[in-house]
Structure formats: C-alpha cells, structure tokens
C-alpha cells in the first residue's frame, strides 16, 4: 500500500517536473500526466496501425499462397513438395543459413555470400566501365554514332551465352562467371549514362564553360552529379541483371554459390532445399535492389533542379 | 586606364546559323564600342538576336564574321574574365551557394590566392549581395530572386573585365526586381566594372545604363541607335520617375521600340 502510494507521488512528482519545464519554454504549453500518457498511447497506437496496414496485406496474401499451395500438393504422389513436407526436410537450411559441416555441407547464407562476392567483382567492374564508356558516348557525337550500334546488338545476347567464349578465355570457372556478371550488368548503365549525359542541360555547359573547366573537372563536376539520376537508374537495372545471370552461370561453373547449390539438390532430387534456395535468391536480389536505391537517394539528395 | 583603342570593340560582326541546309542571318554588321567601367543596356523585340550578341561577347558562340575584342586580345572562346550573369540563374543544383560562387573563385584564382583568401573572397562577394546568410542553402532551397543574386555573386567573384547579363531579371517579379536593380547599381558604383545587359524592359534599361544599344528586328538585326543616358549617379528610382532627362529617355527608347515594331508589321 505503501509502495503504491509512494509510487503516485512520484508519479506526480515527475508531472510537476515537467510542468516546470514546459513553463520554461515559452509558447509550449503545460502537459498533465495523465494527458502524457494518453498521447503517448495515442501515438503507439498510430505506429501500430501504420504497421499493420504495410504489413498486414502481404502477411495474409503469403499464408493463403501457402495454404492453397499445402491443399494442393498435400495429395499422394504430388510432384512437388508440399510447405510442411519443406520444413521437415529442410528446417536446417532456413533456420540456421551459417553452418559449416565440411566442404559442401554449409548453409545458404555461405553460398550467398561466395554469389554475392562475384557479383561484386563483376558488378563493380561494370559500374566503373560503364559509367566511363557512357560518359564517352554521351559526350562525343563520333563515339556515339560509332558504338551505339554495336552497343545495342550486343546488349541482346543473353547472358549465359558468353559463358563458353569466356570460359575459353579465361580457362578458369571462377573468371568466367564474374565475366557473364560483367558483360551482362554494363550494358543498362552505359546506356542510362548516356542518356543522362545527352541531358545535361546547355546551362551547366555554358557554366563549365565560362568557368574553364578542363575535361577531368567538368566529368566530376558537372557530368557525374547532373547525371547521377540516369546512372543510378542504370546501376539498379544492372544490379539486378547480374543477379539474374550469376545463378545461371554457378549453374554451369560449379563451386560453392547459391547457382550450383540449386543444380546440385536438383541432380540428388532434394526438391526442397532449391524451393528454400529460391527464396534465399529473391530475398537477396529484393535487398540488393534496395542498396542501390538507398545509396541512390543519398547521392542524389539535392541534384533535381528547382 | 585609357587605350587608344576602346575596352570592349565589336567590328562588323555578323552571325549566321546553319539548320538543315537554310542559313539565316541574325545579325549583320554589328559595331559597338564599350569603354572600360561603362553599363550598357542592349534592348530590342524578343528574337531580335540579343542573346546571341551576348554569347559572342562570352565567346559561348563564334563570329561568322567580324571580329570582337577586348583589351585587343580577339575574343573566340569563353573565358571567366568575361562571366555571364544566365537569364534563369544556372545554379548547379547539387552544390550549397557557398560552393557555387567558390567553383569560380577555385578555378580563376587557383594560383593567385591561398585557400583561405579564396574562402574570404567568397563570403565577401556572397556579402556583396546580401546573400551570405544562405551560404549553406541548396539552390532548390532558396527563392528565385536569391538565386539570381548568388549567379551575381558567382560572376563578380571571377572578377570579370566584363560583366555579361542575360536578362537577369526577366524570371523575376516586380519587387524583386526592383530590389536587384538596387543592388546591382549598388555593386556598380562600388566596383565601377564594365557591364552589358540584356534587357526587354524600359525601365530597367534607362535605370541601369550609361548607354542604351537599341536593336532593330530580325532576320539581319543590327544596331538601330546608342541613346546616351546623361543621368547623374547615384540614381534613385523615386526621384528619376518625374526628371525631364529620365523621361525625354525613356519616351525616346519606346518610339524606337514602338515604331520599329509597326514597320515589321506593317512590311509583314
């Protein structure tokens, strides 16, 4: 009782407090306790509410898909393996994506993880490459006249087949994998750049040109930041092609990656591991996807002109 | 400082542009003197080629004949000691206002001022316009007569032998404008550099100027008539709204403006 009591004077103990302080502050007015807590209240339950209405649609639209996916392979001799039959075969794949039992007995997340560090080499490559080869085709009528063409058979072939011509190249699986990554993400990033080049205003021009900038600074001071949106549109397009070619040609090289892992489960038929696999990539490509728009936000933070 | 020769001298300048195989002619025999220190007013109908006279002076377009000069050197590329004033600002919109007048000031006085003058002289010319309390404002984060004074700002900080303005009022409304032209003849009286305006408004023109280059219509624009503008500085626009001289001036500049204007139609 006594506790009880102590506790209501502190309570109202701390309400005078912050009624003093309020007080402080000209203009704020004075909040009572119980008025706090209300708002306070008041604002969880907003937040909650947002929540729920981002999350709550796909919650419900994933447990029917899974539901109906259950009732439909949950018959006898379903081709496909049906969620639960998923879990019980596959539970340690989804549950822990970082364990090491040996050479080709580690969890997914490893495997991504080897994807991922390819797709860096190969992605990165064709960032830098194409940002500089559609700085040059954007700026240079010759050059344009000249590549676009070649730019835009080129940029037809499908990613896995350069893989024999690199393979025979490079003599080795790993090269060429980052080679498919390389050849198939550069091709959107030339192409946006160059459109974004070919767009920047006559302005900025005549501005770099009044202020004599020399070649070097006008690419960073002017060509990159105008270009940024258009570059990074190109970047998010190509990152997400590289992801799309770098399972198909682990596919074919063999390794650790995530591609070859698929190739493997479907060659012992453990048809469960590559449905937990393709789940991996997805997630994966979702939030590689989001990096890119991420960072393109920060960089572009203030380039849209007013 | 006084040459035989005048500070800025345009001499029989002709422009013409190539669009698919029609050459038109903008401008024909164009002869214009400036003296060192002078602020001259170029104002005619829109099309009548005086953006296109202003890029010859900045060198942003070449002469298809003629010559101009400055300070006898002829004058075929840009360059910063003739900076322009662009008639929608320019800003870059990724840099603050401090790096945009600091871009210029890098690149002109690189050799000639230690970092820490060139971030001085920043300020100062960003002072000059009242505009260093925006210092760290992105462009989209400040008003259209606010940019206007940083591309101000961003020209004088190159210390220009001439000032090159393109309209540079034109986007903005009456009090603003009127605030500008302030501070513009504020700056001149001050710095007594050469400057060039282009203008469509007649008010401004006799304000601003020492001289108003009055042109005729295209196709083949040329000088029509200078008016000399013999009001004394430093002029206040209250005052000068009921002095003979401003008015004689300024009836002057619209006859020229209006009757060209009705010959077009008429010959039309």
Known sequence: MTLALSNTEALRGAAKVSQSEAKAIPGVKAIPAADWLATLRAGLLKAAKQVATVLLPPIVVLALALLLWQIATSHQGASLPSP????????????????????????????????????????????????????????????????????????????????????AAFRDANPSAI???FITAIWPIIINTAVGIRNIPQDYRNVAAVLRLNQLEFFWRIMIPSAAPYIFTGLRIGVGLSWLAIV??????????????????????????????????????????????????????????? | MHLDRPFLKLEQVDKSFDRGGVTSVVLKGIDLSVDKGEFISIIGHSGCGKSTMMNLIAGLTRVTSGVVLLENKEVNAPGPDRAVVFQNHSLLPWLTVYENVRIGVDKVFSRTKSRSQRHDWTLHKLDLVQMSHAKDKRPSEISGGMKQRVGIARAL????????????????????????????????????????????????????????????????????????????????????????????????????????????????
Not at chain 1, 106 to 127: K, N, P, Q, T
Not at chain 2, 159 to 171: I, N
Not at chain 2, 199 to 222: C, K
């Open chain 1, 248 to 306: 198909a040609a682990e596919m074919l090289t063999g390794g650790v990656g995530i591609g070859f892992f698929i190739w493997d489960a479907w060659n012992s038929s453990r048809l469960s591991d590559i449905i937990v696999a393709l789940t991996y990539i997805g997630l994966v490509g979702f939030m590689l996807d989001r990096v890119i728009a991420f960072v393109a936000k920060l960089a572009t933070r203030g380039t849209q002109a007013a």
């Open chain 2, 157 to 268: 900080a190159m210390e220009p032998k001439v000032l090159l303005m393109d309209e540079p009022f034109g986007a903005l409304d009456a009090l603003t404008r009127a605030h500008l032209q302030d501070s513009i003849m504020a700056i001149h009286a001050q710095l007594r550099n050469t400057a060039i305006m282009i203008t469509h408004d007649v008010d401004e023109a006799v304000l601003l100027s020492d001289r108003i280059v009055m042109m005729t219509n295209g196709p083949e624009a040329h000088i029509g008539e200078i008016l000399t503008v013999p009001l004394a500085r430093p002029r206040r626009r209250l005052e000068l709204v009921a002095d003979p001289q401003y008015i004689r001036c300024r009836k002057a500049v619209l006859k020229f403006l209006y009757e060209r204007r009705r010959f077009v139609e008429a010959a039309a």
């Open chain 1, 84 to 167: 639960t039959k998923i879990w019980a075969e596959a539970s340690d794949l989804i549950a822990s994506p970082f364990f090491n039992n040996g050479p080709q007995d580690i969890g997914l997340g490893w495997r991504v993880l080897v994807s991922l560090e390819r797709v860096a080499y190969g992605f990165g490559l064709a960032a830098v490459f194409g940002v500089l080869l559609g700085a040059i085709v954007g700026q240079s009528q010759w050059a344009m006249r000249g590549l676009d063409p070649i730019f835009q058979v080129l940029r037809t072939v499908p990613p896995l087949a350069w893989l024999p011509l690199s393979l």
């Open chain 1, 179 to 181: 080679f498919v990554i």
